[in-house]
């Protein structure tokens, strides 16, 4: 037993150099096999992989995917692909840059934007990755190159889709534009996603939904010769389009509305206060979309950037305006709402409204007052009074917190890039921007929607729309459905959770609802003398407004009638909703230069409701306020 | 307390002092990694098309791993078997955490110290033989069934556990570290040859357990040309890499086949294959002499040593670098499966130099504390 357990140790020594030199045999015999299949390779094959490796040039290709398209409600065409030449160099294979760039501008025409900007993309690429040198040839380009080909090795004529608005000025405030890929996006853009594509989605509906619309790129793997003309293609992997967007938008309300301005600058936003859906955004003056698309150049450019008019603007969505007397019917219902006021409950307007020990006066439109008047006279005929006596007792704290219910002050969420939020005033606001104390005499011309007030269109016609549907919220959006491809099926934008309404008291929504019928219906209406009422079947319910663009200097009433003069001091609003008893459309139209809300801004507002109403299936259901009513109302409201 | 401190910095500074003045190396050895890392800095610089940067982190390894090598070879082997029980059992249990804590997303190889990150994995390669060798040397050898049998459980765990994170590569360069001691202890041939059989019967069961990805590289090793572009793609552009090298190859700097980017990973797993292009048969035969130079020599020392724990460790170290150079070069040429294994030295990256470099401080100790020559 012991023997066995006594350890050999001299044994095991000779023992492991037999081992360790068997072992060292095989592995010399292994590395032998190793270095015969490199022998292998090396020589008996060697001719056939230096063919293959000189052969080997199998280029992967990105095909960038189609941008999706996008339509209006009713599938009138708003962006297309259409298919275009382009010119692309490979800079690898070229010897001489600048030589050859301005041999080829004799070919084709290069303009100076042309080169700065394929410079700028040169360093974006790997050498041996094409780039793009001018989008979009003409015929004759086309040819001359093809005949002079030869003598560019490495400069090609590459087909390609390219964005084409057909509308142009008409939706460029909306769908926005795609323009090539510069540094900037680069710095967030997903390498792998974006490969071989040169466009994308810079502002409004392209840029906003530039996820959507972008698609999954595919690849092509393609044997090229020494040459590096493509032999066959060995693998493809197909891209896949980006969605098809649909927006609320009807273009036939959308151009009815561009036409009503006459190219006088303004906005105007209609919005279905059902759901959200935006029906029209217009913005004028507008811009040709299709100019960036291929890169504006500096003089066309300049032109956009220093125009008076300012085109480039998007009026719609960041121009800001006081919102004038278009705030009173929301101060009333906040009136009502906070218990500060009944609907019965009566002011006398005089003419001018003093704050109790202050000697400064406020004034109405009207020299001498519109007398006593309750809350549907003061939102009929725009009472100042009414409202500065409302603001004073309410308070910019409670007033500032009703109103932001509406939506003022902040941004709506409509679905498009870098909206304004407006200014809401309020004393915190106050102090963050100037620094500056808060008086009670803002408190008070804050009540009629002037001082420091900042409303955009879509935040006016988004709280109309709000108020029209009782005071429920739907955010604002252009995107209506989407499909996938040609062949999906349409699939409607899941509709989000309804949130509480701002209004707790339906009496109350009715009360002011009475007073905007007014405005249209009342022989003392701010509209009444303008006739948008006639010949529309539905009852409209509206609000004239005509803010200052400064304020008034000395105690003098302004008594001209010129209008060219009151335009420049003044803008004009006008916001409606209709069928006034069951509302499906709400509309916000401002005149940047308009003397009266009432005589030139609603106007306008009648137009897109005209447009809308050709767009409505169903002959007018017979109402159950009819205008006829709605007058003899506002009458009983006012003999109170 | 002072006095500790001072006795601790004597202690310290006499050690330094040995490690510069009396290095206990073997100097051919030494020599020839010196001759294989700067061929590997050579090589690197040409596959990572002249990145000065990546040649810089590199020579700080080879650095690092230098430091390592003199460092472990100051420590006696019988030190290092006093500790290998404990240095195995820690860097299994730290296996066992990468796998439990592991984010359970891809491959899961790493520890995250927060101060350091580092592959448990890779303290195996040493750990392992280090373990078997322990086991063994007071034992009876040639070793019977149930010995076998223990070994066979301790080097199974930790493969196990390595294959699992998944990285087969290191799975089998741990596993065949533990087996070569096995072979070296002097194992009956006739055991050889069973166990041989037994594991032929048993490989369609671990095809059973493999990996998706790791069959589909079995199966595009067995016939690449079925798949050109995805996963042979790795196949027959790094044959192509070799084969167009030719006899004396491109030159440096001169392999199209990496430069153009035909090549894949060709900075780490493939980096042979850039050499074989660039400097041909006649590069690729020398380097192989030098390899085969460094394992012989490993043996050398290990016939040399004093104890059996000694001569197993160390026979089994140089024989596990052998298995690093043919997987490698077996998967470059078409001639083994794509293993993630990198070429000793010359790959680009990881804690494998490092790792490799302090195996060899092992073999330096075991080398100066050899046999009384008698």
């Not at chain 1, 549907?376 to 500032?400: E, H, K």
């Not at chain 2, 610089?45 to 390592?68: K, M, N, P, T, W």
């Not at chain 2, 194992?187 to 493999?210: E, N, Q, T, Y």
Request: with cysteine; aromatic share 10%; hydrophobic share 45%.
């Amino acid at each position: 037993m012991s023997g066995r357990n006594l350890k050999d140790t001299h044994g095991e020594a000779s023992r492991f150099g037999v081992r360790a030199l068997i072992g060292f045999a095989l592995i010399v015999l292994a590395l032998a096999v190793l270095g015969g299949r490199f022998w292998y390779l090396q020589v008996m094959r060697h001719d056939e992989f230096t063919t293959r490796s000189q052969a080997n040039r199998v280029h992967l290709r990105h095909l960038p995917p189609p941008r999706g398209l996008i339509y209006d409600r009713n599938g009138v065409l708003l962006a297309d692909n259409v298919p275009a030449f382009r010119l692309d160099v490979v800079p690898e294979q070229i010897k001489g840059m600048d030589a050859m760039l301005a041999r080829l501008s004799t070919v084709v025409p290069l303009s100076g934007d042309d080169i700065a900007r394929f410079r700028q993309s040169l360093r974006q690429h790997r050498p041996f990755e094409a780039v793009p040198l001018k989008f979009h040839l003409d015929e004759a380009d086309i040819d001359r190159f093809a005949v002079n080909a030869w003598k560019f090795p490495g400069v090609d004529i590459a087909p390609y889709l390219t964005r084409n608005y057909p509308l142009g000025p008409d939706f460029a405030h909306v769908i926005g534009y795609v323009a090539r890929i510069d540094e900037k996006d680069l710095a967030h853009l997903d390498a792998d996603r974006y490969a071989g594509t040169t466009h994308i989605g810079k502002t409004g509906i392209e840029k906003y939904y530039e996820n959507r619309l972008h698609g999954t790129p595919g690849y092509e793997l393609v044997e090229v010769n020494a040459d590096q003309r493509p032999q066959r293609v060995l693998e493809r992997v197909a891209p896949k389009p980006g969605q098809n967007l649909y927006l609320g938008i009807d273009t036939r309300i959308q151009k009815a509305a561009i036409a009503a301005f006459a190219g006088r600058p303004g906005a105007a936003v209609a919005i279905d206060p059902r759901n959200g859906e935006v029906l029209a955004m217009v913005t004028v003056p507008s811009f040709d979309p299709n100019l960036f698309v291929n890169g504006i150049g500096q003089a066309d450019y300049s032109d956009l950037l220093h125009d008076p008019d300012k085109p480039l603007l998007n009026r719609a969505l960041r121009g800001g305006y006081p919102p004038g007397s278009t705030i009173k019917p929301f101060m009333g219902l906040a009136g009502l709402e906070l218990g500060l006021r009944r609907p019965t409950d009566t002011v006398f307007s005089s003419g001018t409204f003093y704050i109790p020990g202050q000697s400064r006066g406020y004034r109405d439109d009207q020299r001498y007052g519109a007398g006593t008047v309750n809350l549907m006279q003061a939102i009929t005929q725009s009472v100042n009074t009414y409202f500065y006596s409302l603001a004073l007792a309410m308070g910019i704290d409670r007033m500032d917190a009703y109103l932001s219910k509406f939506g003022f002050g902040a941004e709506t969420g409509v679905d498009l890039p870098s909206e304004s939020g407006g200014v809401l005033p309020s004393p915190g606001w106050k102090r963050a921007t100037f620094n500056q104390p808060w008086y009670a005499g803002e408190t008070v011309i804050a009540g009629i929607g002037q001082g420091y007030w900042v409303v955009t269109p879509i935040q006016l016609a988004h709280a109309v729309a709000m108020l029209a549907d009782g005071g429920l919220p739907h955010t604002p959006h252009l995107l209506r459905a989407t499909r996938d491809g040609r062949d999906g099926a349409i699939v409607a934008r899941p509709d989000p959770p309804e949130a509480p309404s701002a209004i707790r008291n339906p009496a109350d929504f009715d009360a002011v609802r009475q007073g905007m019928i007014g405005v249209v219906y009342d022989p003392r209406g701010t509209t009444y003398n303008v006739g948008i009422r006639t010949g529309f079947p539905y009852v409209i319910a509206g609000k004239t407004g005509t803010a200052e663009r400064f304020s008034r200097k000395g105690d003098e009433y302004i008594t001209t009638k010129d209008k060219a003069i009151l335009a420049a001091r003044h803008r004009a609003w006008f916001i409606c909703f209709t069928p006034a008893e069951a509302p499906r459309i709400a509309v916000a139209v401002v005149l940047e230069a308009g003397a009266w809300g009432g005589t030139d801004a609603a106007p306008i507002a009648r137009k897109i409701l005209d447009a809308w109403l050709a767009t409505q299936p169903a002959p007018p259901a017979p109402s159950t306020l009819t205008a006829g009513a709605a007058a003899e109302q506002a009458k009983a409201g006012a003999a109170q | 307390m002072n006095a500790t401190i001072a006795s601790l910095r004597t202690r310290v500074v006499r050690f330094g002092q040995r490690l510069m003045h009396r290095p206990r190396i073997d100097l051919p050895l030494a020599i020839a990694l010196l001759i294989l890392a700067c061929v590997g800095l050579v090589t690197l610089y040409s596959a990572s098309d002249l990145d000065a940067g990546v040649i810089g982190g590199q020579a700080a390894r080879f650095l690092l791993g230098a430091i390592f090598l003199l460092m472990v070879s100051r420590i006696p082997p019988t030190l290092l078997r006093t500790w290998t029980p404990w240095f195995y059992a820690i860097s299994t249990l730290l296996l066992v955490a990468v796998v439990a804590l592991g984010e359970g997303r891809g491959a899961n190889r790493w520890l995250d110290l927060r101060v350091v990150r580092f592959q448990p994995s890779e303290f195996l390669k040493l750990s392992m033989p280090m373990m078997i060798a322990w086991y063994l040397h007071p034992r009876q050898l040639p070793p019977g069934w149930k010995d076998i049998f223990v070994v066979g459980v301790l080097i199974a765990i930790p493969s196990a556990l390595i294959a699992k994170e998944p990285d087969l590569g290191t799975a089998l360069l741990v596993a065949a570290s533990g087996v070569f001691v096995l072979f070296l202890s002097g194992i009956a041939w006739w055991r050889v040859g069973l166990m041989l059989g037994a594991l032929a019967g048993a490989a369609p069961v671990a095809w059973h357990f493999l990996h998706d990805y790791q069959r589909q590289r079995v199966l595009t090793f067995l016939h690449p040309e079925n798949d050109p572009l995805g996963n042979g793609w790795h196949i027959i552009q790094s044959m192509i890499a070799v084969g167009s090298g030719g006899v004396f190859g491109k030159g440096w700097h001169q392999g199209t086949q990496s430069r153009l980017e035909f090549l894949p990973e060709h900075t780490t797993d493939f980096i042979f294959a850039v050499y074989s292009e660039e400097f041909g048969l006649v590069g690729v035969l020398l380097l192989l002499a030098l390899y085969i130079f460094i394992v012989g020599r490993c043996l050398w020392i290990a016939a040399n040593a004093r104890d059996t724990y000694s001569r197993l460790l160390a026979g089994a170290i140089g024989m596990s670098f052998f298995v690093y150079v043919m997987v490698n070069g077996g998967m470059i040429t078409g001639l083994l499966p794509v293993v993630g294994v990198p070429l000793p030295l010359i790959s680009y990256g990881g804690t494998s130099a490092v790792t490799l470099l302090t195996g060899f401080g092992v073999l330096m100790s075991i080398h100066a504390h050899r046999k009384w020559v008698g």
